[in-house]
């Protein structure tokens, strides 16, 4: 017998203590997770290569209380639990590969400790998903809380401009702009998606300020592609609406834009003789994307050294001044010449999980989030309301934003970074199923 069955057959003030129960538990493990991953147990503090390495134990006792209450969730709801799993069976087959390169890795005690932290997030993500049962509310909380990160972020650099004003844009508590653009970004989208599905003017109106806030803020980072990923998704989104609701015609303008546009694209390469490196230089000031293109080198021969497996999930950077993979390079170049530990990521998502695990599971995984991203998407314009359209919405526009970020920022299924975390959680709750209340949808 199914837990939904044995549920119905328990009186009704127990079913509704039940269900009590789990909607608190839900409220306080969504905001504990949302305040722990976006502003952390402490903001403003940067951390050294040595403190990365031996983790921090305020954390680890965060992520411990916080599985907890996940895991009891999920066996609460098991049965939703694991049709979440199985929507989602390349993204966890590739989570659960991460903790067996355990068995191969250059550093196993590094990728165990590591392995944890992506699991214990994992459970915590499909906790909140299973007890997410309101959409809307879900939608709402989740608006909140990013109001509140961008309020935190703006005071701070106001009260704290020595720690939170870097040379080159504005970091707020995340010691770099890049983590800061990302965060201002994931605002930008939660907040512009609330307000179409707002109930209300005032909704509507508050949305708008949390959206105006953020974007200000994804302006003060100075982070190029944060801001330049934000107003294309945002572009991209607008499209989809105005395709939902003008139908056919809209497809056929886009289907002879995408038409002009290609045939402009091959003019354009026409012109440069159809030469990479010249049509790369007239596209972008830097071809070279701040230094990137040597440390994407660097990390493209790395990982063919193994290919298959990978060196072992989070078993590559930060592992200590003596074994970094940079120490060996020769001087001369600033790859070479960096000062240990201020690179720890590829800045290139494909290529950093290709470096931990491999590149099939690297490809698994991809797959996974992109089936993801289409199965969401199709939701959002199924939804039967446009609070939950505008959250399916929401879900996808980040895992879309999460696939292009990877490009040039390395947070696929990487433990601890903001990104995967969200992706992590979305994927789950846009699994969801639709209960008989059709609450979701």
């Known amino acids: 017998m199914s837990f939904a069955e044995n549920a119905r057959d328990l009186p009704r003030a127990t079913r509704a203590f039940c269900a009590e129960r789990i909607a608190l538990a839900h409220k306080a493990l969504l905001y504990a997770f949302l305040i722990f991953t976006f502003i952390g147990t402490q903001p403003l503090v940067v951390t050294t290569p040595e403190?990365?390495?031996?983790?921090?134990?305020?954390?680890?006792?965060?992520?411990?209380?916080?599985?907890?209450?996940?895991?009891?969730?999920?066996?609460?709801?098991?049965?939703?639990?694991?049709?979440?799993?199985?929507?989602?069976?390349?993204?966890?087959?590739?989570?659960?590969?991460?903790?067996?390169?355990?068995?191969?890795s250059d550093y196993p005690e590094l990728t165990l400790r590591r392995a944890m932290v992506l699991g214990f997030t994992t459970a915590i993500a499909l906790g909140i998903a299973v007890?997410?049962?309101?959409?809307?509310?879900?939608?709402?909380?989740?608006?909140?809380?990013?109001?509140?990160?961008?309020?935190?972020?703006?005071?701070?650099?106001?009260?704290?401009?020595?720690?939170?004003?870097?040379?080159?844009?504005?970091?707020?508590?995340?010691?770099?702009?890049?983590?800061?653009?990302?965060?201002?970004?994931?605002?930008?989208?939660?907040?512009v998606t609330y307000v179409f599905?707002?109930?209300?003017?005032?909704?509507?109106?508050?949305?708008?300020?949390?959206?105006?806030?953020?974007?200000?803020?994804?302006?003060l980072t100075l982070s190029k592609t944060s801001t330049?990923?934000?107003?294309?998704?945002l572009g991209v989104g607008f499209l989809f609406w105005v395709a939902h609701r003008t139908g056919r015609g809209f497809a056929l303008l886009t289907l002879g834009g995408l038409v002009l546009a290609l045939a402009g694209l091959?003019?354009?390469?026409?012109?440069?003789?159809?030469?990479?490196?010249?049509?790369?230089?007239?596209?972008?000031?830097?071809?070279?994307?701040?230094?990137?293109?040597?440390?994407?080198?660097?990390?493209?021969?790395?990982?063919?050294?193994?290919p298959w497996f990978g060196h072992g999930y989070g078993a590559f950077w930060d592992v200590g001044a003596v074994n970094d993979p940079l120490v060996k390079l020769e001087p001369g170049t600033w790859l070479g010449d960096v000062d240990v530990g201020v690179i720890n990521q590829a800045h290139d998502g494909y290529l950093e999980l290709f470096l931990h695990v491999g590149l099939p599971m690297t490809f698994a995984a991809v797959l996974g989030f992109a089936a993801a991203l289409f199965?969401?998407?199709?939701?959002?314009?199924?939804?039967?309301?446009?609070?939950?359209?505008?959250?399916?919405?929401?879900?996808?526009?980040?895992?879309?934003?999460?696939?292009?970020?990877?490009?040039?920022?390395?947070?696929?299924?990487?433990?601890?970074?903001?990104?995967?975390?969200?992706?992590l959680l979305m994927c789950f709750v846009g699994a969801r199923g639709r209960p008989a209340g059709e609450i979701l949808s």
């Open 51 to 104: 403190e990365r390495l031996a983790g921090n134990s305020l954390d680890r006792i965060s992520l411990f209380a916080m599985t907890g209450i996940g895991v009891a969730l999920a066996w609460a709801r098991r049965d939703q639990a694991l049709a979440i799993l199985r929507a989602n069976r390349l993204v966890i087959a590739a989570v659960l590969f991460c903790g067996a390169s355990i068995l191969w």
């Open 131 to 191: 007890s997410a049962d309101d959409l809307r509310l879900f939608h709402a909380r989740l608006f909140g809380v990013m109001f509140f990160v961008i309020v935190f972020n703006l005071v701070a650099t106001v009260l704290f401009p020595e720690q939170a004003v870097t040379s080159l844009g504005v970091a707020g508590i995340y010691g770099q702009k890049n983590p800061a653009g990302m965060v201002a970004m994931i605002a930008v989208v939660i907040s």
């Open 197 to 219: 599905g707002a109930r209300s003017a005032s909704e509507a109106v508050f949305g708008l300020v949390g959206a105006a806030m953020a974007f200000f803020f994804l302006l």
């Open 228 to 233: 330049g990923l934000c107003v294309f998704a």
């Open 266 to 306: 091959i003019g354009f390469a026409m012109v440069h003789d159809f030469e990479g490196q010249a049509m790369l230089e007239a596209l972008v000031s830097d071809p070279t994307f701040t230094g990137r293109d040597e440390l994407w080198a660097f990390a493209w021969r790395s990982a063919l050294q193994a």
């Open 375 to 423: 199965r969401i998407a199709g939701r959002a314009v199924t939804g039967r309301s446009a609070g939950v359209q505008a959250a399916y919405a929401m879900m996808a526009m980040l895992l879309f934003l999460n696939l292009l970020h990877n490009f040039t920022e390395a947070s696929l299924l990487m433990r601890g970074a903001p990104f995967c975390s969200v992706v």
